[in-house]
């Protein structure tokens, strides 16, 4: 291999690398607070419902929690498919760099194969847009409704006081 695809070569295995360590970041980051508050308002919600029936707090309109529950088991709901298309666009970034280090790794690749190539990695540039602005979306939409639900939770539990 030449010393200047070598070097290439280099940089796009380290690329992959950190593309692979941001895949499994992209698990864990902000959709964990979603996730957890959210459950955490559901929670608040299920046990203000428990002590509704037990008769210790008085509830007159009950489709305001009703509301609050949907707005954070939606977020949750949302928050899994911004996982699901987050894992796909860095499983697609995964396929373009291999298929780049392979055009590296063989320098007398002909032409016509080096072409197909290229054109995978168009169609995978292609998914992993689709798939990092769905994940952009989702995650936008997720905590826009843990926003909304948290916010019917606090005006309920001001209301009942």
Excluded: P
């Excluded at 707090?57 to 529950?69: S, V």
């Excluded at 796909?88 to 970034?93: D, G, L, P, S, T």
């Amino acid at each position: 291999m030449k010393k200047k695809n070598e070097i290439k070569y280099q940089e796009w295995s380290e690329h992959l690398t950190n593309t692979k360590e941001k895949s499994d970041y992209s698990l864990k980051r902000m959709d964990l607070l979603v996730i957890s508050i959210s459950g955490g308002g559901l929670y608040v919600l299920f046990e203000t419902l428990r002590e509704f029936k037990t008769g210790n707090i008085i509830i007159e309109d009950t489709r305001l929690l009703l509301w609050t529950g949907i707005t954070l088991l939606l977020a949750i709901l949302i928050n899994f498919g911004s996982q699901l298309s987050a894992y796909y666009a860095n499983h697609f970034e995964e396929e373009y760099i291999q298929t780049e280090l392979k055009i590296l790794e063989d320098e007398k690749i002909k032409k016509k194969k080096k072409l197909e190539l290229e054109c995978e990695q168009k169609k995978y540039d292609n998914k992993i847009k689709r798939y990092n602005l769905v994940t952009d979306i989702f995650n936008a939409i997720s905590i826009l409704s843990m926003i909304i639900g948290l916010s019917l939770l606090t005006y309920f539990s001001y209301s009942i006081f």
